[in-house]
């Protein structure tokens, strides 16, 4: 399947796809290809999607990439879900879903450097309530379908999604998701105007909800109790961008500079690495994060997603502590800048 062979007109073409087009791209589209190697192509569109819409079919390729890297089996004999995967002998259904911009919002690839956001409340709360839009149509997919499959009902049911609602939508890391799931809000903006007052760091807070546009409100802790009983987990990932393509493809003919931010789990506190692109060493899987659901009724088992460069969240439904399972260092953030000669 080559996804780089045009079969759409130019005006049609997604603006993240026309960009990757550049001779300077070329190390980047092959590590690309090297993931989507053997995958199935089960309505014979994928790749005129992924040339117009582009972030929901790299989200795709993403996850079958990760699965192959983990060594997971995938059984493509159903033409749905999204991903029916095999540990142990047991089945995991997994669909996939992004979260996009909201119409007449600023899409995602208008990026400008001299906005980069220095206030995230705002920024948090639009990806809360995009996510939210995300998730709870998949879950309403699964309760009026997907739950009348044979090869889906007993299973555990896990949503991957991908936040691409805004511009600097990998700033985020967990903060939006662990607000919409389990109610905890860190506040990153009263810690940035009174870090004396909290020498722990920024403070967790209870929303409770948050507002839409229209006022609507959008109730917070979707795993606080058995409400998205259906749901087993949440896999997402704020690095899994063309970023990370561009990160493992160490192309010997560019400069460019990967400045990556790490939670180490020997120092429990980030580290920031700066690196060329053929020093870089990064996986797949590295910047997952895993978010279990304690009112599933098919758990998925923690050691399924039990690997390096994996976050796993728990809470107790009782204490409605949360803990962060951490396996080795895992990626924060990455930003790849590259140095391109035009003539």
């Given amino acids: 399947m080559n996804l780089f062979e045009p079969i759409v007109p130019e005006e049609k073409q997604h603006k993240n796809y026309i960009s990757i087009l550049r001779d300077a791209?070329?190390?980047?589209?092959?590590?690309?290809?090297?993931?989507?190697?053997?995958?199935?192509?089960?309505?014979?569109?994928?790749?005129?999607?992924?040339?117009?819409?582009f972030n929901s079919s790299f989200w795709e390729i993403y996850l079958y990439a990760l699965f192959n890297e983990m060594g997971i089996k995938m059984d493509w004999s159903h033409p749905t879900p999204d991903f029916n995967i095999e540990v142990k002998e047991k089945t995991i259904v997994v669909e996939a879903t992004t979260a996009s911009a909201a119409i007449g919002k600023i899409p995602e690839?208008?990026?400008?450097?001299?906005?980069?956001?220095?206030?995230?409340?705002?920024?948090?709360?639009?990806?809360?309530?995009?996510?939210?839009?995300?998730?709870?149509?998949?879950?309403?997919?699964?309760?009026?379908?997907?739950?009348?499959?044979?090869?889906?009902?007993s299973n555990p049911f896990v949503i991957a999604v991908a936040p691409f609602e805004q511009p600097y939508f990998h700033q985020q890391y967990d903060v939006p998701i662990m607000a919409l799931l389990y109610d905890?809000?860190?506040?990153?903006?009263?810690?940035?105007?009174?870090?004396?007052?909290?020498?722990?760091?920024?403070?967790?807070?209870?929303?409770?909800?948050?507002?839409?546009?229209?006022?609507?409100?959008?109730?917070?802790?979707?795993?606080?109790?058995?409400?998205?009983?259906?749901?087993?987990?949440?896999?997402l990932s704020t690095t899994a961008t063309w970023g990370k393509v561009e990160a493992m493809s160490c192309n010997p003919n560019i400069a460019r500079q990967i400045n990556t931010v790490w939670w180490s789990k020997i120092d429990n506190t980030p580290i920031h690495r700066s690196s060329t692109v053929q020093e870089h060493k990064e996986k797949i899987r590295d910047g997952l994060l895993v978010f279990h659901n304690p009112y599933a009724e098919h758990p998925v088992d923690a050691d399924v997603f039990k690997a390096d460069g994996i976050v796993q969240v728990f809470a107790d439904p009782i204490t409605r502590k949360l803990t962060k399972q951490i396996n080795g260092d895992c990626l924060i953030h990455r930003l790849s800048m590259n140095i391109i000669v035009t003539g």
């Fill in 25 to 53: 791209q070329q190390a980047a589209r092959n590590e690309l290809q090297r993931w989507v190697k053997g995958f199935p192509d089960r309505d014979n569109k994928f790749v005129k999607e992924f040339q117009t819409t």
């Fill in 109 to 153: 690839w208008e990026k400008k450097l001299e906005a980069v956001p220095t206030r995230f409340k705002k920024m948090n709360i639009e990806s809360i309530i995009r996510l939210s839009n995300s998730i709870v149509s998949k879950h309403k997919k699964y309760k009026y379908s997907y739950c009348n499959l044979d090869h889906v009902k």
């Fill in 184 to 235: 905890y809000y860190v506040d990153e903006d009263a810690y940035n105007d009174n870090r004396h007052l909290y020498p722990n760091g920024p403070p967790d807070v209870s929303m409770g909800s948050v507002a839409k546009e229209n006022e609507a409100e959008v109730e917070l802790g979707f795993f606080k109790n058995d409400s998205y009983s259906e749901i087993s987990a949440i896999l």
